[in-house]
């Protein structure tokens, strides 16, 4: 096997009473300004509000940036930007889920490198670290609290950029399942199916290695058996934290052996439509493994018995995922999204361009990306 890297935050904090833990590190590392990034809905809870009162009693400097959309853009990425450079911050913290994560990493990145977030499209194109950012993670899915991935929408292209870079690890990570409690039935629907995808994907990526193979398998294991849990009983705290884990552990499998169509197709979805990206990956997520059987028949395999079925097969594998799917109410098809079959040649076309489908198990041409999609109407 020729040499792999591993890439993960140096310090992440798991379970209850964890948020806590993180403000006092923050504190004990000397930081005395930061930005604070998340959204208008976030900003307004409890979470929010305890947590700055902690930052003000340690006399640390609060700056909020609280503009980010549910699909990040370069535009949220440049105005948040100029208030980290205004109040002089030396920290930057994300609070919410995938999506203040990825606008807080474009910010802290063109923060020390200059430039414009599109610089860094593609996969390491930075030359500094990013400014220190502390992630603290309020859904339990993307994963993007610890991982080298950031997604940014080009509002002037219509697109999602995929920024694939190792100086985009936050240093600390923040898992409690106590704010995670508050989600939505819906949104922890969408969220898990995104940890799903993120395992499957990386347990037939073609950089996959026995590291990131227990994490996706043990992953899908546990999204499995608590997903639909935490989506019918949002107060259950061992669904909550078991999904905690689970969309962490899948986050370590893709960080490392990246993904494949599913995302590199849902990125455009989400950057066309503006449209959840969660649940474009479970409208996707069985469409593409149909495709990937044709040369990961055993991989598949494994992913059904890891899901509970009974048989161990690709087949098995689709239908299992079909199911979690409909159990926890996910749209049936791309046509239910509000998505256009006439777009479909501009859809794959840019699928094909996505960093993300570099390690898709088998490369497609763009009749069998279109023929994805259309699989998945």
């Not at 599109?118 to 502390?134: F, K, M, R, T």
């Not at 479909?344 to 840019?350: M, Q």
Request: charged share 15%; net charge negative.
């Amino acid at each position: 096997m020729s040499v792999t890297e591993f890439h993960i935050p140096a310090v992440n904090l798991m379970g209850r009473g964890s948020l806590a833990q993180a403000v006092e590190l923050v504190h004990k590392r000397g930081f005395k300004k930061a930005l604070l990034v998340t959204d208008q809905i976030l900003i307004a809870t409890p979470i929010a509000q305890e947590l700055l009162k902690k930052f003000a009693a340690l006399g640390i400097n609060i700056t909020i940036y609280d503009q980010v959309k549910p699909n990040p853009t370069s535009v949220n990425v440049e105005a948040g930007l100029v208030l980290l450079k205004e109040a002089g911050c030396d920290l930057v913290i994300s609070l919410g889920g995938g999506s203040p994560h990825d606008c807080a990493k474009g910010i802290a990145l063109v923060a020390t490198n200059g430039g414009r977030i599109h610089d860094y499209e593609g996969v390491n194109q930075s030359a500094l670290p990013q400014l220190p950012l502390i992630s603290i993670n309020t859904t339990a899915g993307t994963a993007s609290e610890m991982t080298r991935f950031c997604i940014i929408t080009d509002e002037e292209r219509h697109i999602k950029m995929a920024i694939v870079d190792q100086h985009v690890t936050p240093i600390l990570s923040v898992n409690d399942p106590d704010i995670m409690v508050g989600m939505p039935s819906h949104l922890t629907a969408a969220t898990g199916m995104d940890a799903l995808t993120h395992a499957v994907e990386a347990y037939v990526s073609t950089a996959a290695t026995p590291i990131t193979d227990a994490c996706a398998l043990k992953a899908i294991t546990l999204i499995a058996q608590y997903l639909a849990r935490a989506v019918e009983q949002g107060q259950d705290m061992e669904a909550r934290e078991q999904m905690a884990y689970a969309q962490f552990l899948a986050g370590m499998a893709f960080n490392n052996a990246s993904l494949g169509y599913v995302h590199a197709m849902a990125h455009q979805l989400g950057g066309f439509y503006d449209l959840p990206h969660g649940v474009c990956n479970a409208v996707l997520l069985p469409a593409v493994q149909k495709f990937n059987a044709q040369v990961a028949e055993q991989r598949l395999a494994d992913v059904a018995l890891a899901l509970g079925a009974t048989e161990a097969s690709a087949a098995a594998a689709i239908q299992a995922i079909e199911a979690l799917k409909d159990q926890v109410k996910i749209p049936r098809g791309l046509k239910d999204l509000g998505a256009q079959e006439k777009d479909i040649p501009l859809l794959a076309e840019n699928a094909l361009k996505d960093a993300c489908g570099l390690t898709n198990p088998i490369q497609a041409t763009q009749e069998q990306i279109e023929q994805i999609f259309r699989d998945a109407w």
